[in-house]
C-alpha cells in the first residue's frame, strides 16, 4: 500500500510540474540565450575580471543557476524542477521523455542516485544535482547521457561528520563518458584529490569549475584534463605550484586564495607557477596568495593577455620591463600589495582599469602613467601619497580618480591635464580649503567627495572658481564657520560660460 501512495504522490508531482512547465519558443530562443549570457556575466562565481579590490572571509555558496542554455530548441523541448522538495533518492529511468532538455533536481536531500536514472531522456543537456548527499564515488557515475552538455553538482555533502578527515572518501576517481559535455561544476565538495582523466571521460570540455574544494596538488587536475579545456577555475583551494608548459591551452585560469608565493617562466621556485607555455590566456586571477615574487620575464608568453588580477598579495617591488609583452591588458589590479612606487605600466597601450589600492605609494611623479590614452577608471586610494606633481595625470580619457585615505594637503596648479574626468575622490585627506584642491576650468566635472577632510572653513569665493554643474560632497569636514554665498544664474551670460552655470553641494 504505501509503494502505491508512492507511485500516485509522484504521479501527482509529476502532472503538476508538465502543467506548469514553459515550452521553449523557436522564435524566442536568441532571446533567452542573451539573458543566460547576461546572467553569466553578473553570476560572482564565473569570475571576469574584477580589478578592484576584494575582501571577504565569508566561505562562498556556488550558484546552481544553469549558466549555459541549452544549445538547440524545439517547439516540444521542456525544462523540469524539482528544486527543494525533499526528493532523497533517484531510481532507475527516473523519467522517461526525450522532450526533456533541462533537469533541476538542486536542493534536496538526495543521496542515492542510479546510474541509469537519466538515460531515457535523450536530449537532456543540462543537468543541476547541485546541494544534496551523493557520494563522492557516485558524482559522476551517470549512463546513457550522450548529449548532456552541462553538468552542476556544487555544495555536495556526503558525509554528515564535519570533522570527517578521511583522505578516501574526499577523492575522485571514476566517471562514466560523458562525450557532449562542456560545462562541468564540481565546486564546494570537500575534495582533496582527483585520479580521474578527465581528457578520456570528457574529451570535449571547455570550461571545468573546481573552486572552494582542498586540492593541493596541481598535477592531479592538469595532467588530467583535455586539449579541449578552456576555462578553469580553481579557486580557493591549496595549490602552491604549477609546472612549466601546464596552461598552454588555456584562455582563463583562476586560482585565487591558494598557496603560490612566486610567479616565473622558467626559473622557477618551489612554490610557483610557470607561465612558460600560456599563450592562448585572456585572463589569469591569482589575488590572495601569498605572491612576494614576480620574475621579469614571467609574462613573456602572455601577448593574448586582458585580464590579470594580482590583488591581496606581498607584491613590494616589479621589474621595470614586467608588462613589456602585455600590450593588449584592458583591466590591471595591484591592490592589496606593497608597492612603493608605481609599477612602470607604459607599454599598456589598451589599458583601461588600474587597480592599486592601498599599497604604500607616496608620490605620484609627472608622466608617471605615460599618457595612456584609454586609461579611464584609476584606483590610488588608501596608500601614503603626501605629493602630486604637476601633469602627474596627463591622461586625456580618464573620467574616474580614487585619491582617497591618502595624505593629501594640496594640489599644485595644473597638476592635471584637460581631461574628461567626471568623478573626482579626495575623501579622507587633510584639505583644509577649497582652493588647496586646484580645481578650475575642468568643465566636465560632475562629483567631487571631499568627506572627513579637516576644513574649518568655508569660502563662497571658492565655490564660485568651481566648474559649472559639479556635485560638492561635503560630509563630516568639521566645519567651524561656514560662508557659503549661492551663485544665481544670469540669464546675461554666455550659455556655454560653465563658470556661471550653477553648482550644487552635499
Not at 578553469?232 to 602552491?240: E, H, P, Q, V
Not at 567627495?449 to 559639479?470: C, I, R, V, W
Request: negative net charge.
Amino acid at each position: 500500500m504505501a509503494l502505491s501512495h508512492k507511485i500516485i504522490l509522484f504521479f501527482i508531482l509529476t502532472t503538476a510540474h508538465l502543467a506548469k512547465t514553459e515550452r521553449y519558443d523557436l522564435r524566442k530562443n536568441d532571446e533567452k540565450t542573451e539573458t543566460f549570457q547576461k546572467n553569466l556575466r553578473k553570476d560572482p562565481f564565473t569570475v571576469g575580471p574584477s580589478v578592484g579590490p576584494v575582501s571577504s572571509t565569508r566561505k562562498p555558496t556556488y550558484s546552481n543557476t544553469p549558466i549555459q542554455p541549452p544549445r538547440y530548441s524545439y517547439p516540444s523541448d521542456l525544462s523540469f524542477r524539482f528544486s527543494d522538495v525533499g526528493l532523497q533518492r533517484i531510481g532507475r529511468d527516473f523519467i522517461k521523455s526525450d522532450s526533456i532538455i533541462s533537469l533541476s533536481l538542486d536542493n534536496n536531500n538526495i543521496s542515492d542516485v542510479s546510474p541509469f536514472a537519466f538515460r531515457s531522456m535523450q536530449n537532456l543537456r543540462h543537468l543541476n544535482l547541485s546541494g544534496n548527499r551523493i557520494p563522492k564515488e557516485k558524482l559522476l557515475s551517470l549512463t546513457g547521457n550522450n548529449n548532456l552538455q552541462t553538468l552542476i553538482i556544487n555544495n555536495n555533502n556526503d558525509t554528515f561528520d564535519c570533522n570527517d578527515n578521511s583522505n578516501v572518501k574526499k577523492i575522485l576517481k571514476e566517471s562514466e563518458t560523458f562525450q557532449s559535455l562542456e560545462h562541468l561544476h564540481l565546486c564546494n565538495n570537500q575534495l582533496r584529490d582527483i585520479e580521474m582523466p578527465f581528457y578520456i571521460a570528457m574529451p570535449i570540455l571547455t570550461h571545468l569549475h573546481l573552486g572552494n574544494n582542498s586540492i593541493s596538488s596541481s598535477s592531479a587536475v592538469f595532467d588530467n584534463i583535455p586539449a579541449s579545456l578552456t576555462h578553469l577555475n580553481l579557486d580557493k583551494n591549496l595549490i602552491d605550484h604549477v609546472e612549466k608548459d601546464k596552461l598552454r591551452y588555456l584562455k582563463e585560469l583562476v586560482m585565487n586564495d591558494n598557496k603560490i608565493t612566486q610567479v616565473c617562466f622558467e626559473e622557477c621556485q618551489e612554490n610557483s607557477i610557470s607561465l612558460r607555455g600560456a599563450i592562448r590566456m585572456e585572463s589569469l586571477f591569482l589575488s590572495r596568495n601569498q605572491i612576494s615574487e614576480v620574475s621579469p620575464d614571467a609574462f613573456n608568453d602572455m601577448e593574448h593577455l586582458l585580464n590579470l588580477d594580482l590583488s591581496g598579495n606581498k607584491i613590494a617591488d616589479l621589474a621595470k620591463d614586467t608588462f613589456n609583452n602585455t600590450v593588449w591588458i584592458i583591466n590591471l589590479s595591484l591592490a592589496h600589495n606593497i608597492l612603493a612606487t608605481i609599477p612602470n605600466v607604459c607599454s599598456m597601450l589598451n589599458l583601461k582599469n588600474l587597480n592599486l589600492t592601498a599599497n604604500r605609494i607616496n608620490a605620484i611623479p609627472s608622466d608617471t602613467f605615460c599618457h595612456l590614452q584609454r586609461l579611464e577608471h584609476l584606483y590610488l586610494s588608501n596608500n601614503m601619497i603626501t605629493t602630486i606633481e604637476t601633469r602627474a595625470f596627463n591622461l586625456q580619457s580618464l573620467t574616474y580618480l580614487d585619491l582617497s585615505g591618502n595624505q593629501l594637503r594640496q594640489l599644485p596648479a595644473q597638476w592635471i591635464f584637460p581631461w574628461q574626468i567626471q568623478e573626482l575622490h579626495l575623501e579622507r585627506n587633510y584639505f583644509t580649503e577649497l582652493d588647496n584642491l586646484s580645481l578650475t576650468n575642468i568643465k566636465s566635472l560632475r562629483n567631487v567627495y571631499l568627506d572627513e577632510n579637516p576644513m574649518p572653513k568655508l569660502n563662497a569665493g571658492s565655490f564660485q572658481s568651481l566648474p559649472g554643474h559639479t556635485t560638492l560632497h561635503l560630509k563630516n569636514i568639521r566645519v567651524n564657520e561656514t560662508q557659503i554665498k549661492c551663485v544665481q544664474d544670469n540669464d546675461d551670460d554666455d550659455a556655454d560660460d560653465d563658470n556661471n552655470s550653477g553648482y550644487s553641494y552635499n
